[in-house]
């Protein structure tokens, strides 16, 4: 599987070209940061089975390192399995009682009111935007392209069979969606520190600030799409009229009213033909 250059993120994997060609190529680019962030000794989180502890975020990059610490030890690849899509750990030595091996003896993971008896921490590197997530906000960008226009009909474009010219104002209007996910989303990450502002910026309160810099990127970005939008002529297209049975007849010289009536042309004769403009 192809990588984005220098990074564990892979390319091509979604099933239409177009979308692998926005994803990939227009906004990867500008989406990097997200899509590969650090997290560093996150305190695990035991799930009701007694068996499964979760990750606070999911879509751990394929590539990257895992790490767990479980009770201050380091565990090897094989002492635990990772379901990478979903951020959830199971350990393969736990036995049926809720035990692990802890030195040279067995110790109880659970204590008696059901809370865990040890610290499970991760280290990992997951994916913000994953392909799956940003085709879906293609898919709503290509709808908003289909129902807008100035003075036209909507159309039905598809992802696969949408013009080269849409990808333009698909891509801001995707990439606008993205920032607002982040804004959305911000009560959940601001305080974990995970991208966008280090801890002495949080303490100072600059908060704010990332949130103002997150708007003006989605504002800008609208702004842009809906400009090219608002041309009466964005959805026109160049359309090549098909020459019709009186074009080649002029174009020979036999013109229409002597082709059709057997008398002296008057047509004239046509000096070829050229795509036009026309409203769909």
């Known amino acids: 599987m192809p990588f984005y250059e220098g990074t564990s993120i892979e390319t091509g994997t979604l099933s239409s070209k177009n979308a692998n060609t926005i994803v990939d190529e227009f906004l990867t680019p500008n989406l990097l940061m997200f899509r590969q ?13 007694r068996e499964t502890w979760k990750t606070l975020w999911g879509n751990i990059l394929e590539e990257e390192e895992i790490t767990i610490v479980r009770a201050g030890k380091i565990l090897n690849d094989t ?20 035990k692990i091996p802890l030195g040279s003896s067995q110790v109880d993971i659970y204590c008696a009111d059901g809370s865990p008896a ?62 607002e996910r982040l ?25 704010g600030d990332i949130v ?13 799409a809906y400009k090219v939008l608002d041309n009466p ?7 090549v009229t098909a020459p019709t049975q009186n074009y080649w007849r002029a174009v020979r010289g036999i013109g229409i009213t002597g082709a059709q009536q057997g008398d002296v042309p008057n047509g004239g004769r046509y000096r070829g033909w050229r795509t036009n403009r026309v409203s769909m």
């Open 37 to 49: 962030i650090p997290v560093h000794d996150e305190p695990l989180r035991s799930l009701s089975d």
């Open 79 to 98: 002492e635990y399995e990772v379901d990478r899509l979903y951020g959830k750990v199971t350990f393969t030595d736990q036995t049926g009682d809720y």
């Open 118 to 179: 040890i610290d499970v921490v991760a280290t990992y590197t997951f994916d913000y935007f994953p392909a799956t997530v940003l085709n879906g906000m293609v898919k709503q960008a290509l709808n908003v392209v289909n129902s807008m226009g100035n003075n036209v009909s909507p159309t039905l474009y598809t992802i696969d069979n949408m013009p080269e010219y849409f990808m333009g104002p698909v891509t801001d209007i995707a990439f606008a969606k993205c920032m």
């Open 183 to 207: 804004l959305l989303d911000y009560d959940l990450w601001k305080s974990r520190l995970i991208f966008a502002i280090g801890p002495d910026s949080f303490l100072e309160g600059q908060g």
């Open 212 to 224: 103002g810099q997150l708007t003006t990127l989605k504002h800008n970005a609208e702004e842009r």
């Open 233 to 239: 002529r964005f959805k026109t297209g160049y359309i």
